[in-house]
């Protein structure tokens, strides 16, 4: 006779698994670590944008120069009140030719197939801000994504970079920057020298504005100046504030602004500097010596 056997489970052994309150520690100590890893990714992405935007500002850089070889002359800030900016100007030099074509000399800028004026060039655009599509961490603020409704009822691409007119805002007569109206510079004209002159700079456009005029508008329409060109010095102190509304250099890089200069360097200056020496690197031919600011 065989005996059954039976197997006994074993009492009092505790179960396995977290208490309410260990479960509550680990997600503690993984939202303070997310929170740490956080601003490093941020500092990352950022460091990654900025970098992407001086390349911009040094492909505009080596275009200007290329025009300028060209035509023995800088680009002018525009051609006249209704022709063309800069911007449009170095188009070819930026493997942008067959869209220069299309904007037929002497002719107004509104007479520009829509198309064209709305088209987009990705180095006319700080990824810290948007992209030329519109998207981007700041896109929110963006209808339609890129371009803008002017004034004068026409639409234009938009951008985020202005050529400097100096410390007096005007490119007109007696306009002191390295960008002036309907002729433009040529080099010696820089007197006080290319590696001390402002030529080309991020401009300011103030959160909730993205696509309103004047701060945001067509970066070709040489009738909108203010949509291409900025002034800095005194009387145009760099942006300190991403909502500032001020017609100045400005970006959304954290308390710098990026510029090229005429020499085709890329440099980055804080937002703290002082006005008076931002005029004396905005002004072509001061004579002055300019203080230490980097």
């Known amino acids: 006779m065989h005996s059954a056997r039976t197997s006994a489970k074993p009492t009092g052994m505790p179960r396995a698994g977290f208490t309410?309150?260990?479960?509550?520690?680990?997600?503690?100590?993984?939202?303070?670590?997310?929170?740490?890893?956080?601003?490093?990714?941020?500092?990352?992405?950022?460091?990654?944008?900025?970098?992407?935007?001086?390349?911009?500002?040094?492909?505009?850089?080596?275009?200007?120069?290329?025009?300028?070889?060209?035509?023995?002359?800088?680009?002018?800030?525009?051609?006249?009140?209704?022709?063309?900016?800069?911007?449009?100007?170095?188009?070819?030099?930026?493997?942008?030719?067959?869209?220069?074509?299309?904007?037929?000399?002497?002719?107004?800028?509104?007479?520009?197939?829509?198309?064209?004026?709305?088209?987009?060039?990705?180095?006319?655009?700080?990824?810290?801000?948007?992209?030329?599509?519109?998207?981007?961490?700041?896109?929110?603020?963006?209808?339609?994504?890129?371009?803008?409704?002017?004034?004068?009822?026409?639409?234009?691409?938009?951008?985020?970079?202005?050529?400097?007119?100096?410390?007096?805002?005007?490119?007109?007569?007696?306009?002191?920057?390295?960008?002036?109206?309907?002729?433009?510079?040529?080099t010696v004209e820089i007197v006080d020298g290319l590696s001390n002159t402002i030529f080309i700079g991020e401009k300011q456009i103030p959160k909730g504005y993205y696509g309103d005029w004047p701060w945001d508008c067509s970066i070709y329409d040489g009738h909108n100046y203010v949509c291409n060109a900025r002034g800095a010095g005194p009387g145009y102190p760099l942006a300190d504030s991403w909502w500032s509304q001020d017609l100045v250099f400005g970006s959304m890089h954290p308390h710098l602004v990026q510029f090229m200069f005429g020499d085709g360097s890329v440099k980055w200056l804080f937002t703290s500097i002082n006005p008076v020496t931002l005029g004396l690197l905005s002004h072509r031919a001061d004579g002055q010596v300019i203080p230490p600011y980097e």
């Not at 234009?156 to 306009?175: E, F, K, Q, V, W």
């Open 20 to 186: 309410l309150i260990e479960l509550l520690v680990v997600i503690a100590i993984i939202a303070i670590l997310i929170g740490l890893l956080l601003p490093a990714v941020q500092q990352a992405r950022e460091a990654a944008s900025r970098t992407q935007c001086s390349n911009n500002l040094k492909q505009m850089g080596l275009a200007i120069h290329l025009y300028n070889d060209t035509f023995k002359r800088l680009p002018p800030s525009r051609i006249s009140d209704e022709g063309p900016s800069w911007a449009w100007l170095i188009l070819p030099y930026l493997e942008q030719d067959t869209m220069y074509r299309q904007w037929e000399q002497g002719k107004p800028w509104f007479s520009c197939p829509s198309e064209v004026r709305l088209a987009t060039v990705g180095v006319f655009f700080c990824p810290s801000r948007r992209s030329p599509d519109g998207s981007g961490q700041s896109n929110e603020f963006v209808s339609p994504p890129n371009n803008c409704l002017l004034f004068d009822g026409s639409l234009g691409a938009l951008g985020d970079y202005a050529c400097s007119i100096g410390p007096t805002g005007d490119d007109r007569a007696p306009a002191a920057g390295a960008f002036q109206y309907h002729v433009g510079l040529r």
